[in-house]
């Protein structure tokens, strides 16, 4: 498809090793591309947004975001202050177990991204959460959707959707990102290791 959006994959911190399924979308998913924010284990804020700003402005055509983690924040704080014309390119954003930054026992690698961006998202967004991460609670991972204009998806236990997940390729997810890049509610979800075949999603962009 000549208007289908290159799925730009934003790893989080210490970035997305060979088992984690945003390294499996990269590998077989056509149109997915890894983003290098850089500074992997040691990341800076204005580092990974302008990097990301990059990545967005290399695209000719329109993009998907698919962010795991801090990822994530990273997103939510190009969003805030990026150009109309960088806004445009996006389609849409999946957002995958983003940490709570906020909380008091943050990690100092993740305090520069703190405070959260209270900013609504200027594009459709689905925020993924797992009820047993243990990088933020869900009712965290629910305030910050909600502050996001984002739509929520529960996909039960999942500890931080990552490697340690063992999600393989992660079929339900994919069927996420599908549903998100169509804009439909048809598209399968393959069930996954979550107690929920089906994720629970609830929001302004879905019924």
Known sequence: MADAPVELIIPGLFDSGPDHWQSHWV??????????????????????????????????GPVVLVAHSLGCLAVAWWARDASTARLSKVRAALLVAPPDVDRADTHPLLQPFAPAPSVALPFPSLLVASRDDRYADFASLARLADMWGADLADVGSL??????????????????????????????IVPSAAPFPHPVIKGRHRP
């Open 27 to 60: 590998a077989t998913r056509p149109r997915a591309v890894r983003v290098e924010l850089g500074r992997w284990h040691e990341p800076s804020r204005d580092l990974w947004v302008a990097h990301l700003d990059r990545a967005i402005g290399r695209q000719r």
């Open 159 to 188: 500890g931080h959707i990552n490697a340690e997940s063992d999600l393989g390729d992660w079929p339900q997810g994919q069927g996420l990102l599908d549903r998100l890049i169509t804009g439909h509610d048809t598209a399968p």
